[in-house]
Nanobody, 120 residues
Framework: QVQLVESGGGLVQPGGSVRLSCAASGSILSISTMGWYRQAPGKERELVASVTSNSRRNYADSVKGRFTISRDNAKNTVYLQMNSLKPEDTAVYYC??????????????WGQGTQVTVSS
């Protein structure tokens, strides 16, 4: 089995910063894409940022310029540095990876979710 363990969430003030991390472990041959989704109360889950194996990054327009996604391939870990946080960033953040095993490709795993609350 493959497991994603998230950390770094919590309560922060508007304008503050927080760094999320997500470590993948288990039977993994390679990881193609790692990303972060979020779901705010009453809203649909949305893609926040993603990064491919060759370090191509994609961001939602609402976070572009404020958030930075990165990955450490040696550790199978993805990070999300969130700066200049706004109340509308409040959500449960979920790590997601698209990975291959030896004989099975294009598998997807989800983290348990971590709450980020931006409030004064």
């Amino acid at each position: 089995q493959v497991q994603l363990v998230e950390s770094g969430g919590g309560l922060v003030q508007p304008g503050g910063s927080v760094r999320l991390s997500c470590a993948a472990s288990g039977s993994i041959l390679s990881i193609s894409t790692m990303g972060w989704y979020r779901q705010a109360p009453g809203k649909e889950r949305e893609l926040v940022a993603s990064v491919t194996s060759n370090s191509r990054r994609n961001y939602a327009d609402s976070v572009k310029g404020r958030f930075t996604i990165s990955r450490d391939n040696a550790k199978n870990t993805v990070y999300l540095q969130m700066n200049s946080l706004k109340p509308e960033d409040t959500a449960v953040y979920y790590c997601n990876v698209l990975y291959d095993q030896r004989w099975v490709k294009n598998l997807r795993a989800w983290g348990q979710g971590t709450q980020v609350t931006v409030s004064s």
